[in-house]
């Protein structure tokens, strides 16, 4: 069985990726209703994501706590 997985060592080493993998919170900066993304980022060069829901946002401050949290992402 020796030298089973000896095979292209390392080769399946990748890097972590930094794309969001868990729902996370994040305020709209036009609306300031927190939404839940879970599906990353759309739109980078201006900080754009879509949310559970559907809508898209542009992110506030990360210290904005904003003022509501959308009721169709906290379903
Ligand atoms: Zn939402």
């Known amino acids: 069985?020796?030298?089973r997985h000896s095979k292209?060592?390392?080769l399946h080493v990748r890097i972590p990726e930094q794309s969001v993998?868990?729902?996370v919170g994040i305020v709209d900066s036009r609306t300031r209703v927190e939404h839940v993304v879970a599906g990353g980022v759309?739109?980078?060069h201006?900080?754009?994501y879509l949310?559970?829901?559907g809508a898209e946002i542009l992110?506030?401050?990360l210290t904005d706590p904003g003022r509501a949290r959308c009721?169709?992402?906290a379903r």
Do not use: E
């Open 71 to 73: 009721a169709q992402c």
């Open 8 to 10: 292209r060592p390392g």
């Open 51 to 53: 949310a559970k829901c």
């Open 59 to 61: 992110a506030a401050s």
């Open 21 to 23: 993998s868990r729902p």
């Open 46 to 48: 201006r900080l754009s």
């Open 1 to 3: 069985m020796a030298g």
């Open 42 to 44: 759309v739109a980078p």
